[in-house]
Nanobody
């Protein structure tokens, strides 16, 4: 079955950086687009970024564009999210998700990991 395990979250000061990783197994990773979503306290899930199966195309939510970078390593079956210039409003649990196809989707995929907490605070 699909397994997605996020890591790399933590506490960081405003303006700092974190790199999230998502280890994928149980499916052919290179055949599917992937997505990062997040959920802030008391809020709904928010789509953050998506990447195509080969990694050639990426899309970002306006709130993170220019600060976050999504990438993938299809040899290591791993998805990444480099987060720079973090702000308190980026505080959330971050989830990686498997898309239903090789394309980017801005819907929230149902196949997600358990998430990793990112807290931005001074």
């Amino acid at each position: 079955q699909v397994q997605l395990v996020e890591s790399g979250g933590g506490l960081v000061q405003p303006g700092g950086s974190l790199r999230l990783s998502c280890a994928a197994s149980g499916f052919t990773f290179r055949n599917f687009g992937m997505t990062w979503v997040r959920q802030a306290p008391g809020k709904e899930l928010e789509w953050v970024s998506g990447i195509t199966l080969g990694g050639s195309r990426q899309e970002y939510a306006d709130s993170v564009k220019g600060r976050f970078t999504i990438s993938r390593d299809n040899y290591r079956n791993t998805l990444y999210l480099q987060m720079d210039r973090l702000q308190p409003e980026d505080t959330a649990v971050y989830y990686c998700a498997k898309n239903p196809s090789g394309f980017i989707t801005t819907d929230i995929p149902s196949s997600r990991g358990r998430g990793t907490q990112v807290t931005v605070s001074s």
